[in-house]
């Protein structure tokens, strides 16, 4: 079982409650599972939220649109998302970010079809960086989410899901995606209000309702409109994308 994992919560300490921010009349979670629901080779579309009850809203959602809701710890995302992975079967889990709505379904289905057909540990494109922030992908076995679960100890791994392959790379079997060009001074995420203030100008310029526009679309709207560009150069980025 393949499943699209995606982590997502109310509690953002940078952007509360972004979850739910207006993109085009239409909340971010529900872009970015549309934007997943054209992937070939995902079986299932997971969110991950937390027990709190501050992410009953997010249960709520997902059930009124018929998406697979797991809950687990708050704190600890690695064990949420090693506890989703047994609650629901899967032998490979895409790790998505809820606060992408621009994911490339095209990145993922290569990132798959990579660890399937040469029986890989994780495949991912952000080591190192040259897509966008915001197409990152990151694909991993159960078995290797497990082995990470049982050898993560400090707080960071338990934060960050993957870290821990990213920090000792020798001990798995691994591919990085690299892109023909460096792109990855480009931000499309949503971290902070600029963030958001620049997915909202992109939507509004790009979005269809019932279409899908792609990663091309929005280099060509940058190439025309550089000054769209400037909405968040400044906000704090991961430190993956620190140059």
């Keep these: 079982m393949i499943a699209a994992v995606v982590q997502i919560r109310m509690g953002s300490t940078r952007l509360p409650k972004k979850a739910f921010l207006d993109l085009c009349g239409q909340p971010l979670i529900y872009h970015v599972i549309s934007r997943l629901k054209y992937c070939n080779s995902i079986d299932k579309i997971i969110v991950a939220t937390t027990n709190s009850p501050s992410d009953d809203d997010i249960q709520a959602w997902c059930d009124a649109n018929d998406i697979i809701c797991f809950r687990g710890d708050e704190e600890n995302v690695l064990k949420r ?38 029986n890989l ?41 993957t870290l821990y392959v990213h920090e000792n790379i020798s001990a798995f079997n691994t591919l990085n995606l690299s892109n023909g060009k460096d792109m990855s001074y480009h931000r499309w995420t949503i971290d902070y209000a600029e963030d958001y203030h620049f997915a909202r100008v992109v939507y509004e310029e790009l979005y269809t309702d019932g279409e899908l526009f792609q990663a091309e679309d929005i280099y060509n709207l940058l190439s025309e409109n550089q000054t769209l560009q400037l909405i968040n150069k400044n906000v704090n980025r991961s430190t993956l994308y620190e140059k």
């Design 81 to 118: 998302f090693y506890d989703c992975a047994i609650a629901n079967c899967l032998d490979i889990i895409v790790r998505i970010t809820g606060d992408d709505p621009f994911k490339d379904f095209r990145l993922i289905d290569r990132a798959v079809d990579c660890i399937i057909a040469s």
């Design 121 to 161: 540990d994780f495949v991912c494109n952000n080591s190192p960086v040259t897509y966008p922030e915001g197409l990152d992908v990151e694909v991993i076995t159960f078995n290797a989410l497990k082995k990470i679960y049982q050898n993560a100890l400090t707080s960071d791994h338990r934060e960050h899901v």
